[in-house]
C-alpha cells in the first residue's frame, strides 16, 4: 500500500504526486483518460502523465469524487481523500489483506472484506473500509472457525474459503441486523453504558461567533454539561473529549480518544453559522457514504431520533439528518453522531440559544432520543411527547418481567 502524501495536494502544483493523484482518477472514473497528457495504455505510471499539473479540471475530478464519498469537498488532497483515493481501486482478492497497526491499510476491498464478514457472522466492527484490530479479530476468528492457520492474512488460501461458503444472510441488510441484534442484546436499559460528548472546539479555539455574544465553543461545552447531567442521573457514564481550558486536538485525536473509552455512543456538539445570515435550523450527521459500502445504521436511526426530538421541543427549522464520512464519525468504532444546533448567525437562532432553557430543552431531547434508541422496536412513544418521567415508567414496566422477582417470594 502506499502511504499516504505528507502534504496536500491543491490547483497549481505538479510533480510525481499529482501524477499518482491522477492516475487514480482516471481509475475511479472521476477524470477522463482521454485527458490530455497522454495516456496511452499500459505504460509505467511515473511518465503515464508526463508533469502534470493540479489544474482546474482535475480539482473538478476531485471535488466529485469528495462528493461522491462523503468527504469534505474541498478540492484538496489531503490524508483522507489521499487514502480513499488510493483505496478505490482495490477490490477484494486484488491484493493480500493484513491488520497492520502502524499504518491501517484502507480500501474498497476492505469494504468487500468487512462486508463478507458480517454476511457470515462475524464482527469486524463498522463497515467503513479500514482494517483495523475489530477486523483483524474478525478475519482471525473467521479462519480458527475453518480450521485454517489463524494469522489475520487474508491471502488465496482465505479468499478460497469465503468462496466455498454459502452467505447466511443475503443482501445488504445484514449489517443493520447485526447492529439492531447487539442493541437488543445489549438491553433497554441506560444505565452502565459509557457516551463520549464532544464539545465542539475548545482551548484557543473558540469556532464560530455570533449574535447576542453566543460562542460556539462556550456554548456546546454549556450544552454538554446540561446532557451530563441528565446522563449521570441515568447511570451513565459520560466522559468529554476535553476540558474547557483544553482542545480536544483534532478529529481523529477525538476519535481515537472515543475508542479507546470503549464508549456505546459518541455525541458531538457544534452550532452552523453562514455568511449570509439567513440559514438557519438544526441538522445532524451520522456515518455513511454515498457510494459506498460504509454506512452505520444505529447512527442513523440516533441521529434521526436526536433530530426530531430536539426540532419538537425546541421550534427551531429541520434541517435534516445527513450521512458524513467525517473522521470523527468515521474512524469511532461505536455510533457517533454530530447535532449542529442553530446558527449563530441567524438572529432568531441565537435568541433561542441565548435563553438557558431551550438548552435545557436540547439536553432532554439526547437523553430521550438515546433512551429511544435503545427501547428499539418497543418505542412506540411519540417524538417530542416522551417526558423523562414517562420514560422511566415504561421502562420500569417493561422490566418488570425479566427482573425475576416473581420465582423467588
Ligand atoms: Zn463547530
Same mark, same amino acid.
Given at each position: 500500500?502506499?502511504?499516504?502524501?505528507?502534504?496536500?495536494?491543491?490547483?497549481?502544483?505538479?510533480?510525481?504526486?499529482?501524477?499518482?493523484?491522477?492516475?487514480?482518477?482516471?481509475?475511479?472514473?472521476?477524470?477522463?483518460?482521454?485527458?490530455?497528457?497522454?495516456?496511452?495504455?499500459?505504460?509505467?505510471?511515473?511518465?503515464?502523465?508526463?508533469?502534470?499539473?493540479?489544474?482546474?479540471?482535475?480539482?473538478?475530478?476531485?471535488?466529485?469524487?469528495?462528493?461522491?464519498?462523503?468527504?469534505?469537498?474541498?478540492?484538496?488532497?489531503?490524508?483522507?481523500?489521499?487514502? #480513499?483515493?488510493?483505496?478505490?481501486?482495490?477490490?477484494?482478492?486484488?491484493?493480500?489483506?493484513?491488520?497492520?497497526?502502524?499504518?491501517?491499510?484502507?480500501?474498497?476491498?476492505?469494504?468487500?472484506?468487512?462486508?463478507?464478514?458480517?454476511?457470515?457472522?462475524?464482527?469486524?466492527?463498522?463497515?467503513?473500509?479500514?482494517?483495523?484490530?475489530?477486523?483483524?479479530?474478525?478475519?482471525?476468528?473467521?479462519?480458527?472457525?475453518?480450521?485454517?492457520?489463524?494469522?489475520?492474512?487474508?491471502?488465496?488460501?482465505?479468499?478460497?474459503?469465503?468462496?466455498?461458503?454459502?452467505?447466511?444472510?443475503?443482501?445488504?441488510?445484514?449489517?443493520?441486523?447485526?447492529?439492531?441484534?447487539?442493541?437488543?442484546?445489549?438491553?433497554?436499559?441506560?444505565?452502565?453504558?459509557?457516551?463520549?460528548?464532544?464539545?465542539?472546539?475548545?482551548?484557543?479555539?473558540?469556532?464560530?461567533?455570533?449574535?447576542?455574544?453566543?460562542?460556539?465553543?462556550?456554548?456546546?461545552?454549556?450544552?454538554?454539561?446540561?446532557?451530563?447531567?441528565?446522563?449521570?442521573?441515568?447511570?451513565?457514564?459520560?466522559?468529554?473529549?476535553?476540558?474547557?481550558?483544553?482542545?480536544?486536538?483534532?478529529?481523529?485525536?477525538?476519535?481515537?480518544?472515543?475508542?479507546?473509552?470503549?464508549?456505546?455512543?459518541?455525541?458531538?456538539?457544534?452550532?452552523?453559522?453562514?455568511?449570509?445570515?439567513?440559514?438557519?435550523?438544526?441538522?445532524?450527521?451520522?456515518?455513511?457514504?454515498?457510494?459506498?459500502?460504509?454506512?452505520?445504521?444505529?447512527?442513523?436511526?440516533?441521529?434521526?431520533?436526536?433530530?426530531?426530538?430536539?426540532?419538537?421541543?425546541?421550534?427551531?427549522?429541520?434541517?435534516?439528518?445527513?450521512?458524513?464520512?467525517?473522521?470523527?464519525?468515521?474512524?469511532?468504532?461505536?455510533?457517533?453522531?454530530?447535532?449542529?444546533?442553530?446558527?449563530?448567525?441567524?438572529?432568531?437562532? #441565537?435568541?433561542?440559544?441565548?435563553?438557558?432553557?431551550?438548552?435545557?430543552?436540547?439536553?432532554?431531547?439526547?437523553?430521550?432520543?438515546?433512551?429511544?434508541?435503545?427501547?428499539?422496536?418497543?418505542?412506540?412513544?411519540?417524538?417530542?411527547?416522551?417526558?423523562?418521567?414517562?420514560?422511566?415508567?415504561?421502562?420500569?414496566?417493561?422490566?418488570?418481567?425479566?427482573?425475576?422477582?416473581?420465582?423467588?417470594?
Amino acid at each position: 500500500m502506499t502511504p499516504p502524501p505528507a502534504i496536500a495536494l491543491r490547483r497549481g502544483d505538479a510533480g510525481p504526486a499529482v501524477a499518482a493523484v491522477c492516475e487514480r482518477l482516471v481509475l475511479t472514473g472521476d477524470l477522463p483518460a482521454e485527458l490530455p497528457g497522454d495516456l496511452p495504455g499500459g505504460a509505467g505510471h511515473d511518465d503515464r502523465f508526463g508533469d502534470p499539473v493540479f489544474d482546474e479540471r482535475v480539482e473538478h475530478a476531485v471535488k466529485s469524487f469528495q462528493q461522491r464519498r462523503g468527504l469534505l469537498v474541498d478540492g484538496i488532497v489531503g490524508r483522507h481523500t489521499y487514502a #480513499a483515493l488510493d483505496g478505490a481501486r482495490w477490490t477484494l482478492g486484488d491484493r493480500v489483506l493484513r491488520y497492520i497497526p502502524e499504518y491501517f491499510v484502507e480500501g474498497d476491498d476492505v469494504v468487500a472484506l468487512q462486508a463478507r464478514l458480517t454476511e457470515l457472522g462475524f464482527t469486524p466492527g463498522k463497515v467503513d473500509g479500514i482494517h483495523g484490530p475489530a477486523t483483524d479479530a474478525a478475519v482471525r476468528a473467521f479462519q480458527a472457525a475453518l480450521g485454517l492457520e489463524t494469522d489475520g492474512t487474508v491471502g488465496p488460501e482465505t479468499m478460497r474459503a469465503f468462496a466455498g461458503l454459502r452467505r447466511s444472510v443475503v443482501g445488504g441488510s445484514a449489517n443493520a441486523l447485526r447492529e439492531r441484534e447487539s442493541i437488543r442484546r445489549s438491553g433497554h436499559s441506560l444505565s452502565g453504558r459509557t457516551v463520549v460528548v464532544d464539545p465542539g472546539h475548545g482551548g484557543a479555539d473558540r469556532g464560530a461567533q455570533g449574535h447576542r455574544g453566543l460562542g460556539e465553543a462556550q456554548l456546546a461545552l454549556d450544552l454538554a454539561r446540561r446532557i451530563e447531567g441528565r446522563l449521570s442521573s441515568h447511570g451513565v457514564s459520560v466522559v468529554f473529549t476535553h476540558t474547557e481550558a483544553t482542545d480536544g486536538g483534532s478529529d481523529e485525536d477525538r476519535a481515537a480518544f472515543a475508542n479507546s473509552c470503549d464508549a456505546d455512543l459518541v455525541l458531538s456538539l457544534h452550532t452552523d453559522h453562514s455568511q449570509t445570515g439567513s440559514a438557519h435550523g438544526v441538522a445532524t450527521y451520522f456515518y455513511g457514504a454515498a457510494d459506498h459500502a460504509g454506512w452505520s445504521t444505529m447512527g442513523e436511526h440516533f441521529a434521526d431520533l436526536l433530530l426530531r426530538e430536539v426540532v419538537a421541543r425546541t421550534g427551531l427549522t429541520d434541517c435534516r439528518t445527513h450521512a458524513r464520512a467525517w473522521p470523527l464519525l468515521r474512524r469511532t468504532r461505536m455510533p457517533a453522531v454530530r447535532l449542529d444546533v442553530g446558527y449563530l448567525s441567524h438572529e432568531g437562532d #441565537a435568541a433561542a440559544l441565548s435563553d438557558p432553557q431551550t438548552l435545557d430543552h436540547i439536553a432532554e431531547a439526547v437523553v430521550v432520543a438515546l433512551q429511544r434508541v435503545y427501547l428499539g422496536e418497543a418505542d412506540t412513544s411519540r417524538t417530542g411527547m416522551l417526558r423523562l418521567d414517562d420514560l422511566r415508567r415504561h421502562l420500569a414496566s417493561m422490566q418488570g418481567v425479566p427482573t425475576g422477582d416473581r420465582t423467588g417470594s
